[in-house]
């Protein structure tokens, strides 16, 4: 209205800027500088107030929020049921299958001994079991704080030459890079984490999976020697320079193993109900190499093992922090870096998996608790761990939480629509359920099936309400452009 094309009578064209006039809003008063800078503050650190839950409560009352707010487990402790822990039972077995091979493949990658990476597999997890707030993320060891604190460290000391000092300033860095995150959370700074955007972290992820295949030369073609240099050129340089120390043994031993993981991995996507196939390969990989080295004498023929892990609970390490000399400064810049990568890694994944699950985390909480788990972990000879969001770890915690759920006669879904509990129950078949693929939606239109009972259309694509991407759910069809839920 108003634009010059129109054309309007005179009467009318008074009447409309009388009416404009009438409707305009005045600027507001300017506030003191103070007052504004008070605000923005305010809107900054404290967007969500979490002190507002304590005003006008009774002391004994503001203490047990104040527990509940720093440890959730005291929160969702007295809620939990029986139901919940077969559910996480099936769950943690399948995922600590991941965490073995997981734990010693990331330790190495890091120059550590492989028992740290069990170890950081079993103190971390138990305190973010406490204080983290998001259901679906597994914690432990990941591939870029790895490589970060194998490239941070080794440009200062050598694990090879030093190995002592080496595992020392692993500690000082992953007590450092705790303090560092969990000081964030304290300080109410979670909002820095969304300055990294998606593509950076995509980008950061996909390169850090190719360094991490390149590195895996080393040990496929049983080679003594290898660059410290993480760039494909360097790398392709070394590996192709020292051929007559390739072992034939080794690479043939690697490549089966490599093979069979594929091909489980291709099989289970094929048939989601054999999904533990897939789950549990890692872990089969493990033991039928251990089996083939020790039957065959490997080692005597070129195929490095792993050798002796020490058996026992985690050994105390807080004497081995170094916060004098001249390598503080080292594990300290190495602290910072790592953890800040890890942190943006960890919350970034738990976002996503609150959002599909259609839940609030916390960032502020979530820092504090990694912060704090890295904070005990460096005490118990673990080394830089995070919250961990990958499809091997929590997507398969999430798919046997779906399938527990499923084990009922109804699954109640939401749509995006009003009172979704009351709309969509879903009736299981056994016969006909297949997993849904990543970014389907159920939005269709709603059915009545003449018995009392409404159903939502299930269309492939879209836009509506986002599913989790493993929910498996009853279909009419084999094919993926079923239309209807039965």
């Known amino acids: 209205m108003g634009n ?66 720093f440890l959730p487990i005291f929160e969702w402790g007295p809620r939990y049921t029986f139901q919940f822990f077969k559910a996480d039972l099936i769950s943690g077995i399948t995922i600590a299958s991941l965490a073995i091979p997981q734990g010693i493949s990331y330790a190495k990658l890091a120059n550590l001994p492989p028992i740290l990476g069990l170890y950081s597999s079993f103190v971390p997890p138990l305190i973010y079991a406490m204080m983290g707030s998001s259901r679906d993320l597994a914690v432990g060891t990941v591939a870029v704080a790895s490589l970060l604190t194998a490239s941070m460290l080794g440009d200062e000391v050598s ?57 895996q030369l080393k040990g496929i073609l049983g080679l003594d020697h290898f660059t410290h240099a993480t760039d494909v050129v360097s790398v392709m340089r070394s590996v192709f320079s020292q051929t007559h120390e ?43 190499g251990t089996l083939v080295v020790y ?65 609030h985390i916390d960032g502020n909480k979530e820092m504090i608790a990694i912060g704090t788990m890295n ?30 759920i499923l084990d009922r006669r109804d699954l109640k879904i939401k749509g995006d629509y009003q009172n979704p509990e009351e709309k969509s129950t879903l009736y299981k078949l056994e016969e006909n359920t297949r997993q849904c693929e990543a970014g389907e939606r159920l939005n269709g239109s709603i059915r009545n099936l003449g018995v009392g009972i409404d159903i939502r259309d299930y269309i492939v694509g ?8 493993w ?13 209807a839920l039965l």
């Open 159 to 215: 694990a090879k030459d030093n190995p002592t000092l080496y595992l020392h300033l692993a500690f000082t860095a992953t007590f450092f890079a705790g303090v560092f995150q969990a000081s964030l959370g304290l300080l109410r700074l979670g909002f820095i984490v969304d300055f990294l955007s998606h593509a950076t972290i995509v980008g950061l992820m996909a390169g850090a999976a190719t360094v991490v295949c390149l590195q």
């Open 375 to 404: 904070i005990v972990g460096s005490c118990t000879s673990c080394y830089l761990t995070t919250a961990v969001g990958n499809i091997d770890t929590s997507g398969i915690g999430m798919l046997e939480e779906t399938k527990k």
């Open 246 to 288: 390739w072992r034939w043994e080794s690479g043939v031993l690697g490549c089966c193993f490599l093979f069979f993981l594929l091909v489980t991995r291709y099989f289970s996507k094929k048939r989601p109900k054999f999904f533990w196939i897939s789950a549990m390969a890692p872990l089969t990989s493990v033991i039928l």
């Open 462 to 469: 879209g836009v509506g309400y986002p599913l989790l991407p």
């Open 295 to 359: 039957l065959t004498h490997a080692e005597k023929h070129g195929v490095q093992v792993i050798g002796d892990l020490k058996k026992g609970l985690n050994p105390p390490s807080i004497a081995d922090l170094v916060f004098t000399g001249p390598y503080m400064s080292t594990a300290l810049k190495t602290g910072i870096v790592t953890g800040i990568i890890a942190l943006a890694e960890g919350i970034a994944v738990g976002r996503s998996f609150a959002m599909f699950k259609n839940y």
């Open 4 to 69: 010059v094309d129109y054309e309007y009578g005179n009467e009318e064209a008074v009447h409309t800027h009388h009416h404009l006039q009438h409707h305009q809003v005045e600027v507001p008063p300017r506030q003191p500088f103070f007052k504004s800078l008070k605000y923005s503050l305010k809107e900054t650190f404290f967007p969500d107030d979490p002190l507002r839950q304590f005003k006008n409560q009774p002391p004994l009352k503001r203490f047990i929020l104040g527990v509940q707010y």
């Open 471 to 483: 929910l498996v759910t009853p279909h009419k069809s084999d094919s993926l452009a079923a239309s």
